[in-house]
């Protein structure tokens, strides 16, 4: 059962987020899955669906995707003007990026609904460190699963900068999935 | 398809240090991500900074008689008794707590000896974790802004799966 949402202002928590954390296996954990277009990150969803969705049979899965905000273009002319882009440039901007978030995030879906895990998704829009930053707060998430680029032969060290500015502020633990050699499967 | 039996028993490494975050890191492990129910395996790593070792050449092997090193190391193992004790401690409070079934979360506990940094790194392919958890450390006024080094090592170097977990 997916929904799809823009969560811009308001998420609300509804699964039981009470702080009440006593007892293992009856914690509803909730995870928040960040994608984008990379296959890192489709490699970090897989792993969080093999790995902790399968072992905490009530966790609940949110798949996060934040999509560049889509401002009013304006370019300087003539050195003593501003003009904005004509509306329909932006417009057509704008559905170009929604179509591409949904593919990201149906792709996402999709590979949850594989493996039978109801997911729900999200879309949040603006800097990516910052909104999906904010979009767990909101949440309430119990763990935010992140890829991270090897970026080509810097492999090993070097995190994209987005999983690295999350893993310092996000407010949940963070688990970052990198891309080995041999992955499984 | 996934087979559940394959899936069961993930072998989780926790890396335990003196500090406090380590210890939220290993309840958050032991509350939230481990399923003892799923045979899950938590391995507790404290890594001890190799004891000191002065050249001949260098006038510092001056500075430091055996005995001194020797209590130096003396006390660096009674520390890793300690921290070792603390989250067994821990392991066992929880199973306790929970207690359903008999399902006992199995902890193994390991010591080495070095820098942590690499160390835990390398234990984590040695010991065939699939993932490693770490707290991050606080430092004083950067709380939130920065991830201690150790952890910020380990996320961009361990081969397997990092959860860092804040206090």
């Known amino acids: ?185 | 398809m996934g087979d559940e039996a394959a899936a069961a028993g993930r072998r989780i490494l926790v890396a335990v240090d003196e500090g406090d975050e380590s210890v939220q890191a290993l309840r958050w492990c032991l509350g939230t991500f481990a399923a003892a129910a799923r045979g899950d395996t938590i391995i507790l790593l404290y890594v001890r900074p190799a004891p000191p070792t002065y050249s001949v050449l260098d006038a510092s092997g001056y500075l430091f008689a055996e005995e001194v090193t020797a209590a130096i190391d003396r006390y660096s193992r009674e520390v890793a008794d300690a921290v070792v004790e603390k989250a067994q401690k821990l392991c066992t409070l929880y199973s306790k707590e929970v207690g359903e079934g008999g399902h006992e979360m199995k902890v193994e506990v390991k010591v080495a000896v070095g820098d942590a940094r690499a160390v835990i790194c390398h234990m984590a392919d040695k010991l065939g974790a699939d993932v490693l958890v770490m707290g991050s450390h606080g430092y004083g006024f950067l709380k939130r802004a920065l991830l201690g080094s150790v952890s910020d090592y380990c996320l961009k170097n361990a081969s397997c799966p990092v959860v860092i977990v804040k206090s």
Not at chain 1, 5 to 21: I, K, L, R, Y
Not at chain 1, 113 to 123: Q, S
Not at chain 1, 149 to 161: D, M, N, P
């Open chain 1, 1 to 185: 059962m997916e929904e799809h949402e823009a969560a811009a202002a308001s998420g609300t928590p509804g699964v039981d987020g009470d702080g009440a954390e006593r007892g293992a296996a009856a914690t509803a954990l909730k995870v928040v899955a960040a994608v984008d277009a990379s296959e890192e990150s489709l490699r970090a969803l897989s792993w969080a669906l093999d790995n902790i969705v399968r072992c905490h049979p009530d966790a609940t899965l949110v798949v996060v995707h934040a999509q560049h905000a889509v401002d009013h273009f304006v370019y300087p002319v003539a050195a003593h003007g501003l003009a904005y882009a004509p509306s329909s440039a932006v417009d057509s901007m704008r559905k170009a990026q929604e179509e591409n978030s949904r593919r990201i995030v149906a792709r996402a879906l999709d590979m949850c609904k594989e493996r039978r895990v109801g997911a729900t998704a999200a879309i949040v829009e603006g800097d990516a460190k910052e909104a999906i930053c904010q979009a767990v707060e909101q949440m309430g998430a119990g763990l935010l699963v992140l890829g991270s680029r090897g970026l080509g032969k810097i492999k090993r060290a070097f995190l994209g900068s987005v999983s690295d500015y999350l893993s310092h502020h996000a407010c949940c633990p963070v688990l970052v999935v990198k891309p080995t050699k041999a992955q499984a499967k």
